[in-house]
């Protein structure tokens, strides 16, 4: 299994910045992409942005330009950050970080979520 754990959420006024982590530990090698994804009350998870092991980023078209992905690759765990400039009050919700299961076709890893709260 793989066990991803966010961390950096908070409350920030509008305008601020803040940085995303996201710590993959345990079987690392069943995962390769990672994504970042956020939910508000009562609407789906939509995707905000990916990263390959290369360090290919994509992202929503609505955070372009203010979200920056990265990750660091290590022998046991893998890193993903999300920095997230000129925060917009649209910008809050629970983010999590997933990772498909390359062994099994469909399964996803999900972390628990980080809370970012932006104040106008």
């Known amino acids: 299994q793989v066990q991803l754990v966010e961390s950096g959420g908070g409350l920030v006024q509008a305008g601020g910045s803040l940085r995303l982590s996201c710590v993959a530990s345990?079987?690392?090698?069943?995962?390769?992409?990672m994504y970042w994804y956020r939910q508000v009350p009562g609407s789906q998870r939509e995707f905000v942005a990916s990263i390959g092991t290369g360090g290919r980023a994509l992202y929503a078209d609505s955070v372009r330009g203010r979200f920056t992905a990265s990750r660091d690759n290590g022998a046991d765990s893998q890193t993903v950050y999300l920095q997230i400039d000129g925060l917009k009050p649209e910008d809050t919700g629970v983010y999590y970080c997933?990772?498909?299961?390359?062994?099994?076709?469909?399964?996803?890893?999900w972390g628990q979520g980080t809370q970012v709260t932006v104040s106008s």
């Open positions: 997933s990772a498909p299961d390359l062994w099994d076709p469909g399964k996803v890893f």
């Open positions: 345990g079987s690392i090698f069943r995962v390769n992409g």
